[in-house]
């Protein structure tokens, strides 16, 4: 069975950082697109970040592009580096493993998820 778990999230203040990590069980994630997503309140879900399971090219969205940093440091952990957060981070963020090696385009394809982890940044 593929399990998820993401960990690292909490409060913090406008400026400041925050480190999530996602632990896969039952799967290994350099073998896998890894992605991290958020879901904020009103919102839609959206991408935040992605790498590549073959090639290691990690893909950002414009909104946090130069301040999040996503890397996978061995076959079970993908983390996501979060400094200069803003109280528009304010989100649940998931961790998601996808159906390939490669993200697709669309980032689309993502069939194992966690349970998410709660981000709180305040103004």
């Known amino acids: 069975e593929v399990k998820l778990m993401e960990s690292g999230g909490g409060s913090v203040q406008a400026g400041g950082s925050l480190s999530l990590s996602c632990r896969a069980s039952?799967?290994?994630?350099?073998?896998?697109?890894m992605g991290w997503f958020r879901h904020a309140s009103g919102k839609e879900r959206e991408i935040v970040a992605a790498?590549?399971?073959?090639?290691?090219?990690t893909y950002y969205s414009g909104s946090v592009k130069g301040r999040f940093t996503v890397s996978r440091d061995n076959a079970k952990n993908t983390d996501l580096q979060m400094n200069s957060l803003k109280p528009e981070d304010t989100a649940m963020y998931y961790c998601?493993?996808?159906?390939?090696?490669?993200?697709?385009?669309?980032?689309?394809?993502?069939?194992?998820w966690g349970q998410g982890t709660q981000v709180i940044v305040s103004s």
């Open positions: 790498i590549s399971g073959s090639t290691g090219i």
């Open positions: 998601a493993a996808g159906s390939s090696i490669d993200c697709d385009s669309n980032f689309k394809n993502f069939r194992n």
């Open positions: 039952g799967l290994d994630a350099s073998l896998y697109c």
